[in-house]
């Protein structure tokens, strides 16, 4: 066999090798953190619900873990109240991706995600929790290590 031939073959079993592969997706397992603040769920949603933006802001605390499940821990800003549901627990699955969070409630909502290093942004693709949305995408959320 000639070197043109070997050359040709070790080519295409490399594509069909690395077409074949799985894609690997960054782990969001983990801990991550954000601060929503007043003028960031305004930026993100302009007609927002004055009386609902202490509910919607302060520093959260998201951990995922290993087994779908999720907390999601909030503490007021400053000049806010407590908020009157600052603990939240459920299920999450990703499927590359794309993560959903309750799936098959009225709560359920997906979201399309990247992680680049230490840093998670949500785009969202589906929700009908108008707070939800403007707390998971106002800004890239930071692991915490």
Known sequence: MNTRK?????????LLLTSCAP????????TWTSTVTKEDILRVIPGFDQQYLCESTGTFLWKFNA??????????????????????EDKWSADGNVITFAAGTPDQETYEITINGDQLIFKTKSSDCVPCIAVNTANPWKRVK
Request: with cysteine.
């Open 23 to 30: 894609k690997l997706v960054p782990t969001i397992v983990g």
């Open 6 to 14: 070997i050359f040709s073959i070790l080519l295409l079993l490399t």
């Open 67 to 88: 087994d779908g499940t999720f907390t999601i821990d909030q503490t007021q800003l400053p000049d806010c109240p407590a908020p009157a549901n600052p603990h939240i």
